[in-house]
């Protein structure tokens, strides 16, 4: 999809991040853009920031967690500005602790906003974009925790890497199909943004994003918070999506240091079959 003026994009948690710094970003192209989120006080801040400048934005309270409010998102923004030609599945929450400190709860949280809200997505919105049959695309938000495992995140690796997985095998049912819409997963390392207080937007009784009375959550959670305060800024992951999608690419990467941590990976794959680093973050 190389041409967003007039065009319609719908971007999940689209209310702060890389959500919002994409919806001002694809906004200066000239595209409608609708904003989901289940923040509601923030969706109203960035509905209004975007319409002060000078953007046509419908702001829609969305959980994703709710199949019957992604479909309800995507009437609103057909009712507001007609047919949709770019999704951005960016909703995104994360956990601290290891696999087994981790509750069913947080483990289902995690895994039903990165994953099953991104397959929710893609399924209702593909038709609607394949209907209309102008060039079209669908970004889903990923991590570079979906490119290479590490500990105590175990349900954001497994949610990460999932949307991977599913990324690529609809690009490559666009491929074989000759659509209209394309597909792309964005793999960021550290961004500035909300992600590590993911729990402001937890329901009721969770008890937090870190295990509880886990140690080394709470180290972990720390060191996450560190490197999220220390990334760069989502203005910089909006350039570079809005470049990458314009080329078609599939994998986006937003860190020069990813080309050598997936290199490192795939060489380990293929050699001795052992991870080249053994973090021990937080013991
Ligand atoms: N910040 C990083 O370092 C980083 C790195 C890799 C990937 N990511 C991914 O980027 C995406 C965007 O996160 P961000 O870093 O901008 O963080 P953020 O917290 O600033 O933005 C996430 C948005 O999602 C919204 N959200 C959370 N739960 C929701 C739900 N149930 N329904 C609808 N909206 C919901 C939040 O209200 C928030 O506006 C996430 O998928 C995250 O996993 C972030």
Request: charged share 20%.
């Given at each position: 999809?190389k041409?967003f ?43 209004e920031?975007?319409d002060?400048?000078g ?18 998102l ?7 500005f ?14 601290s ?5 981790l ?42 925790a979906?490119?290479?495992?590490g ?35 964005l ?7 909300g ?18 009375g886990s ?12 490197g ?7 203005s ?17 990467l ?20 052992i ?9």
């Open positions: 999809m041409d003026k007039g065009r319609t994009a719908v971007i999940t948690g689209g209310a702060s991040g890389i959500g919002f710094a994409l919806a001002r970003r694809l906004g200066q192209e000239g595209a409608n853009v609708v904003i989901g989120d289940v923040e509601v006080a923030a969706l109203q801040r960035a509905a920031q975007l002060n400048a953007i046509a934005v419908e702001a829609v309270t969305t959980d994703v967690t709710d199949r019957a409010q992604i479909v309800a995507a009437d609103a923004a057909e009712a507001r007609g047919a949709i030609h770019f999704l951005h599945n960016n909703a995104g929450v994360a956990t602790g290891m696999a087994e400190e509750s069913d709860h947080q483990w289902d949280w995690v895994m039903d906003v990165n994953l099953r809200a991104v397959i929710w997505g893609c399924r209702e919105f593909l038709p609607r974009m394949k209907a209309h049959g102008r060039p079209a695309h669908i970004l889903n938000t990923a991590s570079m979906g490119m290479s495992g500990p105590f995140m175990a349900p954001y690796f497994t949610s990460k890497f999932a949307v991977v997985g599913l990324s690529e095998s609809l690009w490559h049912e666009a491929q074989a199909t000759g659509s209209n819409v394309g597909i792309s997963v793999c960021p390392a550290f961004v500035r943004t992600i590590a207080r993911s729990d402001r937007n937890q329901p009721e009784g969770m008890g937090g994003w870190v295990a509880a140690q080394v959550g709470a180290r972990f959670g720390e060191f996450l918070s560190a999220v305060d220390g990334g760069i800024e989502p910089e992951v909006a350039d570079t999506i809005l470049a990458a999608v314009k080329r078609d690419k599939l994998w986006i937003t860190h020069a240091d990813s080309v050598e941590s997936i290199t490192r990976r795939a060489n380990a794959i293929v050699g001795d079959g991870p080249p680093e053994v973090r021990r973050m937080g013991q």
